[in-house]
């Protein structure tokens, strides 16, 4: 499959789960082969109270959203950048820290160790 069609698969997959017609997960794989990923998280951020209110995952430990919320979140190194991020800016794991970092994380090692 060429990155094109992986591109097309991504975009119409994330477009589906926009509308209804497409699950958030199904968009989540699409987006980790065109990026070629293991997995990823779409998070859902309630800023003003401080927490997450929604969490989705493809290609990572089967772990559930209410598990993950009151446990592996307060782990998580990204919540705290993303606190201070503006509308519309995107986080992801390489932007905070390398792998290094990563390996020496216990929410790596915990979480996405699994």
């Avoid at 493809?58 to 990204?78: N, Q, T, W």
Wanted: aromatic share 10%.
């Amino acid at each position: 499959m060429t990155t094109g069609d992986l591109y097309v698969q991504a975009v119409e997959s994330i477009y589906a789960s926009g509308i209804g017609e497409g699950s958030v997960s199904d968009a989540l794989m699409a987006a980790s082969r065109l990026l070629g990923a293991r997995g990823a998280t779409f998070e859902v951020i309630d800023k003003p109270a401080g927490k997450l209110i929604q969490f989705y995952s493809a290609g990572l430990p089967a772990v559930g959203s209410s598990k993950y919320s009151e446990h592996f979140s307060a782990l998580c190194p990204r919540i705290p950048p993303v606190m201070r991020q503006t509308a519309g800016e995107v986080c992801f794991d390489y932007k905070i820290m390398d792998e290094a970092a990563m390996k020496r994380d216990p929410f790596y090692s915990e979480f996405l160790g699994a």
